[in-house]
């Protein structure tokens, strides 16, 4: 339970193979206007691959949680760290864990790395931003445009129900008001110090390859991996699934 409502969240659990499973599970943070079931069929084939659980949870706000009321405070990528996120491992019994997000859930899997350095054995990013871009400002304009068309917001409504409305704003509004514009993950990531694997599309439409770029320099990270996949632009997991847990499968083995 959360204080204002109700956490969903859902484990994967890879089939036995007679060896004890990894003590840590993957934790998967979704995007702006994500949930658990946005995820589709990558939580299990990753559980699959990599012989570990997989969590995944929908924040408040989206998906099969609680509503969430009001706008989203400028703080909310680290919050999501400290607070729910938190939350979610107390209530599984979670103890060492590796941090994987999507997009903004990525920046939330930085702070979560961050926050809690001694259990995170390991950060994965897919398509994260470490700050508010020209590019990504510019696509979530076109994608609030785009938005207009009730039919848009209605497929949204399908994971998100009567939420939907507030799962746009909560995205665009945020991200486009001024003072979200000096918003960073620059001084977070120096707190980052476990292995690190940053995945970014290079025709991503919300962030240049500046961002895994940052990421890996600026992270302590004892192993940093970049990796650029030249014909993905922001869901390398839903347009390259099979490259993208390849990746993530490698990475692990690699301690």
Known sequence: MHPEGRL?????????????LPDAPIIMLHDSLGSVELWRDFPAALSLATG????AY???GFGLSSPRHGPLPLDFIAAEARHDFALVRQQLGIGPFIAFGHSVGGGMAVNCAAEFAADCEALI???AQAFPEDRTLEGIRVAKEQFKDVR???RLGKYHGDKARWVLDAWTETWLSPAFATWSLAPVLPRVSCPLLAIHGLHDEYGSTRHPELIGEL????RVQVEIMEDSRHMPHREQPEAV???????LERG
């Open 125 to 127: 990013t897919i398509a």
């Open 8 to 20: 969903y969240s859902r484990v994967w659990t890879p089939a036995p193979t007679g060896r004890p």
């Open 58 to 60: 929908d924040r408040l």
């Open 219 to 222: 992270s302590r990270s004892s």
């Open 245 to 251: 847990i390849g990746l993530v499968r490698g990475f």
């Open 52 to 55: 570990r659980r997989v969590v």
């Open 152 to 154: 848009q917001v209605e």
